[in-house]
């Protein structure tokens, strides 16, 4: 199990900024729950506005590529740019930060500790019923 913290949180905004000054986004939306803190730092640190629904030329972001299920529902519009903080697969139509193991639970700073395990056994109890 990883526990990512704020200061990574931090490095994550930063770099990500840094990759995307020069673009022109129409704003910035996060997928709900993971997406959102991302969206909202890149929002205030890249000066566009937060957006409640994902539109042409916005930056699209979520914390992680898992399966790609979340994803694959905005790939349809045009003039986005796709951002995941970290990534279980090698990127191929959005960016990331990070590739990380495929087998590894990640615990976001947002998320609670307390409740990481219960999460990850309804996760993949979720994944065996979709089969």
């Given at each position: 199990m990883r526990v990512l913290?704020?200061?990574?949180?931090?490095?994550?905004v930063e770099t990500t900024s840094i990759l995307y000054k020069k673009k022109d986004f129409c704003g910035v939306y996060?997928?709900?729950?993971?997406?959102l803190c991302l969206a909202v730092a890149l929002s205030h640190s890249l000066n566009i506005p937060f957006l409640q629904k994902p539109?042409?030329?916005s930056l699209i972001v979520d914390d992680v590529y898992q399966t790609g299920s979340t994803l694959k529902r905005v790939r349809h519009i045009p003039g986005t740019t796709t951002f995941v903080w970290l990534s279980k697969v090698k990127p191929v139509w959005w960016d990331t930060?990070?590739?990380?193991?495929p087998a590894e639970w990640l615990v976001f700073p947002w998320e609670n500790?307390?409740?990481?395990?219960?999460?990850?056994?309804?996760?993949?109890?979720s994944?065996?019923?979709m089969q």
């Open positions: 913290d704020w200061n990574e949180f931090n490095i994550c996060g997928f709900p729950r993971g997406g539109k042409p030329g930060l990070e590739v990380c193991d500790m307390k409740f990481a395990q219960q999460d990850k056994k309804v996760y993949k109890h994944r065996r019923l």
